[in-house]
């Protein structure tokens, strides 16, 4: 049996009793290393994680880019190994899933900004190119989604076997169809007007209809029937110049 040291265990009171007076959200929080140590406790919850969150935060420096790094690159980190890289990139996806699940609970399309909300959530800060479809019922509830490797689709097509199951499954009366360009514009390319064109052509044999294609950039999101962006989101550089503004101002 391995026994922990006094100084180890003193530690481990210290970042229980951090998370327990809920200091991740206090504004006088502990030094920003000790947030990753804590999730790193999950990860290993028998060692002493001080040193490696050190060490992650020197490389990724923030604790978004720790989770989106891929599991290769996580390896080169002395300290991780191929099973803790996956752990730690497992989180991200169980961060997408919760709040996915928790919008999800309440979305209608009558509700214009719960749809966009989710899409924002979905899309918004992934840094590889996704597509998903969206099966809405009669009310305009949504009632499930697919998502699919955009790479992949781009590569080989979006086959109507895959689209054909979707719709046959879900007993959908409408469809949405959204998908990310990262770090890019969302204004839609040639190449989504004749995915859109594709998929209307396969529609057209079932009762049902594609309500719109939407894309996710780096700055806001497009609809594709409106020909307009129906989203626009804050940038770093706007942030700034309305606190410099203000500043002016006094």
């Known amino acids: 049996m391995q026994l922990k040291s006094p100084a180890h265990s003193q530690h481990q009171n210290l970042l229980t009793s951090f998370e327990a007076q809920d200091s991740f959200h206090h504004k006088k929080s502990k030094p920003f290393h000790h947030h990753v140590e804590y999730f790193l406790t999950y990860i290993f919850p028998r060692g002493d994680v001080n040193p490696l969150a050190h060490k992650l935060l020197d490389k990724y420096e923030t604790f978004a880019n720790i989770i989106d790094a891929e599991v290769d690159d996580l390896c080169t980190v002395d300290g991780i190994n191929k099973r803790s890289a996956k752990k730690i990139k497992l989180f991200g996806d169980m961060i997408n899933y919760y709040s996915y699940s928790k919008i999800t609970q309440k979305v209608n399309l009558k509700n214009t900004g719960e749809f966009l909300n989710l899409l924002e959530q979905l899309l918004r800060m992934q840094n590889v190119e996704n597509l998903y479809l969206f099966a809405i019922d009669n009310d305009f509830n949504l009632i499930q989604k697919r998502k699919f490797d955009l790479k992949k689709v781009r590569s080989v097509g979006l086959s109507p076997f895959d689209l054909v199951s979707f719709i046959s499954s879900t007993k959908l009366s409408y469809l949405i169809v959204a998908h990310n360009h990262p770090n890019g514009t969302a204004q839609a390319s040639i190449n989504d007007h004749d995915a859109v064109r594709y998929i209307n052509e396969i529609l057209e044999t079932f009762d049902c209809k594609l309500l ?25 550089e706007s942030v700034y110049n309305k606190i410099f503004k203000n500043v002016d101002n006094k």
């Open 212 to 236: 719109d294609s939407f894309v996710v950039g780096q700055y806001g999101i497009y609809s594709e029937s409106q020909n307009s962006f129906v989203r626009n989101f804050s940038t770093t």
